[in-house]
């Protein structure tokens, strides 16, 4: 018992050869059985062959031109329908487009952007520098400047950072107690000229820098070749606030740098509660954060008074902000 294959499933642009071939025969006999184009149901289905008006039983040729037409103009009709419907999506979306500004801003310009390799750290650091017209933060943990990739990093620096000096803004730096002597740290406060200071304490954090409080950056892996851009303004505030928290217990490194206040008699510990002050933290929290204990606290505050002649807490808060003794310190 024989079978019949199947017929592959094609559309009307591929025609098959047995389709043509039977196609040609109902042309030119004027139609076929149906039970011929039984295995052929690509004819039926484009309408080139139609059931005859007066026989059931037979098929007819459709003309290949009226065909042709009405599988265009079906064509063009989904074509039309589709750009209808392109117009339509396009006048929803507009006013959420618009809405999306700032969500475009910040495709443009990410909160945080991560930055690999050597080269690009240091162009992406110095576009940022060239930008800086208030103060550049920076904490430099202790680094072999022996080696050649910190002898070069050194000497990118020197040039950009002289560039931000002459610009008329500053630049504070945390190191190291044990970086206090290095020759190369050294060579550089004695070559920068301008606003510059540098400060050290027993331990810092990892190495940070921060730009006029614009942007941020900060290591993303162990060996300083990936570094992270940070713009989100939370995150920027977050890392100068602790800088400075930290840069109020530092020690001066260099005395020639060093910006003295106006009034005398105001020691650095003193002026480190000063800061604290300012921000409004009650002396539990001053005495935390400077290591000391209340009562040690409150005799610095006291002092502190004295000096400028305060007479309550409020006015304390206003002297401090009017001597400038943390404007020139900081």
Request: with cysteine; aromatic share 4%.
């Given at each position: ?113 991560v930055v690999s390799g050597t ?182 505050i006291a002092k502190l008074a ?25």
């Amino acid at each position: 018992m024989s079978t019949v294959a199947a017929h592959p499933e094609h559309g009307p642009e591929d025609p098959c050869p047995e389709g043509v071939e039977l196609y040609a025969r109902a042309l030119r006999e004027g139609g076929i059985d149906s039970r011929a184009a039984a295995a052929l149901p690509c004819l039926l289905g484009t309408g080139l062959l139609r059931p005859a008006a007066r026989d059931a039983a037979r098929l007819e040729p459709v003309p290949p031109a009226v065909v042709l037409h009405r599988m265009l103009r079906a064509t063009t009709d989904r074509v039309a329908h589709e750009r209808r419907r392109e117009e339509r999506l396009a006048e929803a979306f507009a006013p959420l487009l618009r809405a999306d500004v700032r969500g475009a801003e910040a495709a443009e310009n990410p909160a945080i952007r991560v930055v690999s390799g050597t080269g690009p750290i240091n162009e992406a650091i110095s576009a940022a520098m060239t930008g800086v017209v208030d103060e550049l933060l920076c904490v430099q943990p202790n680094v072999h400047y022996s080696d050649s990739r910190g002898a070069a990093a050194q000497a990118v620096a020197m040039s950009r950072d002289q560039a931000l000096l002459d610009r008329g803004a500053r630049i504070r730096t945390l190191y190291q107690h044990t970086q206090r002597h290095m020759p190369l740290v050294l060579a550089r406060y004695e070559q920068l000229s301008g606003d510059v200071e540098a400060r050290s304490l027993d331990e810092v954090t990892d190495r940070l820098i921060v730009a006029d409080r614009d942007v941020a950056f900060i290591p993303a892996d162990g060996d300083g070749t990936v570094a992270l851009e940070v713009r989100h303004p939370a995150l920027v505030e977050f890392f100068a606030s602790t800088f400075y928290r930290l840069w109020w217990q530092a020690t001066p490194m260099y005395p020639q740098t060093v910006h003295r206040p106006s009034l005398n008699g105001v020691t650095p510990r003193q002026r480190a509660i000063a800061g604290l002050l300012v921000e409004g933290h009650t002396d539990a929290v001053i005495a935390d954060r400077l290591g000391m204990n209340i009562r040690t606290a409150r005799v610095h505050i006291a002092k502190l008074a004295t000096t400028l002649g305060s007479e309550s807490r409020a006015q304390l808060g206003y002297l401090i902000g009017r001597s400038g003794i943390l404007d020139r310190g900081a």
